[in-house]
T-cell receptor, first 111, second 116 residues
Framework: DAKTTQPTSMDCAEGRAANLPCNHS???????VYWYRQIHSQGPQYIIH???NNETNEMASLIITEDRKSSTLILPHATLRDTAVYYCIVRVDISYDKVIFGPGTSLSVIP | GAVVSQHPSRVICKSGTSVKIECRSL??????MFWYRQFPKKSLMLMATSNEGSKATYEQGVEKDKFLINHASLTLSTLTVTSAHPEDSSFYIC????????????FGPGTRLTVT
């Protein structure tokens, strides 16, 4: 799987948009960009994923650059409950594919 | 969405004993489950892939005789930490591939193991 690079930590004011960047310059054509998050002492939670088009769901939006070498996860109106470690992962969408976690970005939403 | 449970959520055991952790897919069948461990302030580390009806596939550096994995049914995988040592104290998390051909993975809530 391609490696990803994320900032170690970020702060965001409550109610503002949180923009979490991820670099994946060696991504292959068949690899998807996935985002998970992990709230303290809980299991990871799936957020969103995409291949090359921008994606939006009830939790977040995913913006993937045209060359697919980077992406941004956007939480449109961050709340205190969004404080978590966010993991950007690239992987092939096959049934036995493993999810390999990097260090992620620790997001702190500040009142 | 699909739900994965783990039992127990917390366990304390003495050095030298064995402890079993269960991972269940509650509303779907999972032919493949994954086991991770996580140390404080660290990321998740994949330990092994658990395949229903066959032997688990362990990641490099993970002792298969120490971390026994059994995936005897389509809804249950177990991880047994044998002859536990204090350094085995960690947060253990399982995940299961989603239902209906989905490639998504759903994670359990984790099990906090403390070895005294």
């Amino acid at each position: 799987d391609a490696k990803t690079t994320q900032p170690t930590s970020m702060d965001c004011a409550e109610g503002r948009a949180a923009n979490l960047p991820c670099n994946h310059s060696t991504i292959s054509g068949n690899e998807y960009v996935y985002w998970y998050r992990q709230i303290h002492s809980q299991g990871p939670q799936y957020i969103i994923h995409g291949l090359k088009n921008n994606e939006t769901n009830e939790m977040a939006s995913l913006i993937i650059t045209e060359d697919r070498k980077s992406s941004t996860l956007i939480l449109p109106h961050a709340t205190l409950r969004d404080t978590a470690v966010y993991y950007c992962i690239v992987r092939v969408d096959i049934s036995y594919d493993k999810v390999i976690f990097g260090p992620g970005t620790s997001l702190s939403v500040i009142p | 969405g699909a739900v994965v449970s783990q039992h127990p959520s917390r366990v304390i055991c003495k050095s030298g004993t064995s402890v079993k952790i269960e991972c269940r897919s509650l509303d779907f069948q999972a032919t493949t489950m994954f086991w991770y461990r996580q140390f404080p302030k660290k990321s998740l580390m994949l330990m092994a892939t658990s395949n229903e009806g066959s032997k688990a596939t362990y990641e490099q550096g993970v002792e298969k005789d120490k971390f026994l994995i059994n995936h005897a049914s389509l809804t249950l995988s177990t991880l047994t930490v044998t002859s536990a040592h204090p350094e085995d104290s960690s947060f253990y998390i399982c995940s299961a591939r989603g239902p209906g051909g989905s490639y998504e993975q759903y994670f359990g809530p984790g099990t906090r193991l403390t070895v005294t």
